[in-house]
């Protein structure tokens, strides 16, 4: 256990659906980030935020939409997904850059 | 891209060898990271190098740091079955403020 909890754990979905991932950390730590993990690709940084405030967003699609209330708890707001967004998603907290401490992330399959 | 690139992308041995990965990169780092992970699950933090640092040991684990040559490498020594798994290395590039995860060597330790 890395103190990282992400839920759900699995999750199916159509690409009409809402559906919201959930990420919380009792560490201490400033940073969250999510991660999108796709088969045979790099892991690629999708958000990060730093006390509370959205300080990356790389180039990820308005269906993703990030929200972070406190520097505890992290989502992921999914709508109108596409087939091709079915991935492992991978929450992570840190102070600053050193170590990420990850979640046990997220499989989701979008039909 | 700053993204590191592991070599190989995969590696089978027979357990109670030794297995050897390495990685390279691009531009100067504070500090380059190791992670594995095990298969659909989150990543989990192995060992740390700064930048000043050319060795350090944790366990089994020695990971080398060769700034002239923008490479690194984690040597796991007397291999055991649970050691498979994918390794990462991932650099924390000076400016950046994020991580950046090469594509991960897919190890196979073979009883």
């Known amino acids: 256990e890395t103190g990282v909890t992400q839920t759900p754990r699995h999750l199916v979905m159509g690409m009409t659906n809402k559906k919201s991932l959930k990420c919380e950390q009792h560490?201490?730590?400033?940073?969250m980030y999510w991660y999108k993990q796709s088969a045979k690709k790099p892991l690629e940084l999708m958000f990060v935020?730093?006390?509370?405030?959205?300080?990356e967003n790389n180039s990820v699609p308005s269906r993703f939409s990030p929200e972070c209330p406190n520097s505890s708890h992290l989502f992921l707001h999914l709508h109108t997904l596409q087939p091709e967004d079915s991935a492992l998603y991978l929450c992570a907290s840190s102070v600053s850059t050193d170590t990420q401490y990850f979640g046990p992330g997220t499989r989701l399959t979008v039909l | 891209s700053q993204q590191g690139e592991e070599d190989p992308q995969a590696l089978s041995i027979q357990e109670g060898e030794n297995a050897t990965m390495n990685c390279s990169y691009k531009t100067s780092i504070n500090n380059l990271q190791w992670y594995r992970q095990n298969s659909g699950r989150g990543l989990v933090h192995l060992i740390l190098?700064?930048?000043?640092?050319r060795e350090k040991h944790s366990g089994r684990l020695r990971v080398t740091l060769d700034t002239s040559k923008k490479s690194s490498s984690l040597l796991i020594t007397a291999s055991r079955a649970a050691d498979t798994a994918s390794y990462f290395c991932a650099t924390d590039y000076q400016g950046a403020q994020k991580l950046v995860f090469g594509q991960g060597t897919r190890l196979t330790i073979n009883p």
């Open positions: 935020y730093n006390f509370k405030e959205q300080t």
């Open positions: 560490l201490g730590h400033n940073a």
């Open positions: 190098i700064r930048s000043n640092e």
